[in-house]
């Protein structure tokens, strides 16, 4: 083995921003200007120069992503057993490795249920706080299916079901039209009420994954620097898993190739992102009463092609070193920093909202084709945002 050379290791940082300096040099000639445009997202509040090349972000260790490949669930929001159970079963003829269920109402399990071999899938039930636990208790408690977990928003759970795990649903604040920084801050501020009260219970981090690519990336990476600092912070570690999760805010309900694109991205960045689960939803769901097979199938084929042909499943240096992706996550993790001091328990949930409003307001005004609510051509679901908010849509979008 040959030894290690310390002055060439000493010099290649110089060495990388010489050859920065030179490139933008070159990008200079290129523009046909003495100075380079900056890069600006008004619906984020992010913006990067080309400079910030030069001068860079530090990146740091990934603690909490990239531990393991990310895990693909099919999506099921259950409104009838019968009809839950044949989705389920559709989806297991068609390769499906783990199943993401949820539901605003306990159904009837043993029609839900019937003939699964748990013993070969991952499956998650995820509840909100307003569905009574029970049921599911003692149905898993009499069963007792393998390779199955409970988790819930539900902080209160009944006497000894602490293995049930905590979901923080940052999901829900991108359903309801929250920025990257929005998200975060939900996510951070909730994380850091749960994590002070000491409580040893499993977590679950299900974030949405959001329109802008590189943007979307940062948010991952600043989520991981976040968890190890409030861990750190709060003297407490339990168990935690992210999961991320393509949504419906900007599907259309008639462009099938568009969604398609779309969905494909955003599945994309949910596997670089390094997350623990990575569930692609029917992107119907917000239009229809029972998504078609044929868009179970699309979201099923999307992870199964992205991760066997594309060999994007596992790749932690795909995005690593990045000065864009780093920096935006550091200025992501700064406007956390600034919210979660400034925002006491009384005062969390109005600083928020205000923000969401205004980047509502932006994003409607950003957006050339931004479908007004009095043009809807389809008629939308109701679906959940946070603090009572309901999910928000950007009908075809500006491409």
Not at 9 to 19: G, R, S, T, V
Not at 246 to 269: L, M, P, Y
Not at 349 to 363: C, F, V, W
Request: aromatic share 10%; charged share 20%.
């Amino acid at each position: 083995m040959k030894p290690v050379n310390k002055d060439a290791q000493l010099c290649l940082p110089l060495k990388l921003n010489l050859l920065m300096e030179a490139w933008i040099e070159q990008l200079k000639k290129e523009y046909k200007s003495s100075t380079l445009p900056d890069f600006q997202d008004l619906v984020e509040g992010l913006s990067y120069s080309f400079s910030d090349q030069i001068e860079g972000s530090t990146d740091r260790e990934s603690l909490i992503l990239h531990q393991v490949s990310t895990f693909p669930l099919a999506y099921h929001f259950v409104t009838d057993g019968t009809y839950g159970h044949d989705t389920i079963m559709h989806d297991l003829m068609h390769g499906c490795e783990g199943l993401l269920i949820e539901w605003n109402e306990n159904p009837a399990f043993q029609n839900l249920f019937e003939d699964i071999k748990f013993e070969y899938l991952r499956t998650v039930i995820s509840l909100p706080k307003e569905v009574d636990l029970l049921p599911a208790i003692r149905w898993i408690e009499a069963t007792n299916p393998a390779n199955l977990t409970l988790e819930s928003e539900a902080l209160e759970l009944p006497a000894s079901s602490s293995s049930i795990a905590y979901r923080i649903s940052g999901f829900n604040a991108y359903a309801a039209g929250a920025n990257a920084a929005q998200e975060l801050s939900y996510v951070a501020y909730e994380l850091s009420q749960f994590l002070q009260q000491k409580i040893d219970r499993p977590i679950t981090l299900e974030m949405g994954i959001g329109e802008h690519f590189i943007v979307e990336l940062a948010k991952f990476k600043a989520l991981d620097w976040l968890v190890n600092a409030l861990f750190s912070y709060h003297g407490h570690q339990p168990w935690l898993k992210v999961r991320c999760k393509t949504g419906w805010r900007n599907k259309s309900s008639v462009q099938v190739h568009d969604n398609q694109i779309r969905q494909t991205f955003e599945a994309v960045c949910g596997m670089l992102s390094g997350a623990h689960e990575l569930c692609v939803t029917p992107y119907d769901h917000a239009y229809v009463g029972h998504s078609a097979n044929f868009v179970r199938r699309m979201a099923l084929n999307t992870v199964h092609i992205l991760s066997l042909e594309g060999q994007l499943n596992g790749e932690k240096t795909a995005i690593e070193g990045s000065p864009i992706i780093a920096h935006h996550a550091t200025t992501l993790c700064n406007s956390v920093w600034d919210f979660l001091k400034a925002a006491s328990p009384e005062e969390a949930k109005t600083l928020l909202l205000s923000a969401m409003d205004a980047t509502l307001i932006q994003r409607t005004s950003t957006l050339s084709n931004f479908l007004k609510p009095e043009g809807r051509i389809t008629e939308k679901k109701k679906l959940s945002g946070i603090y009572g908010r309901d999910a928000v849509y950007f009908e075809n979008l500006a491409i």
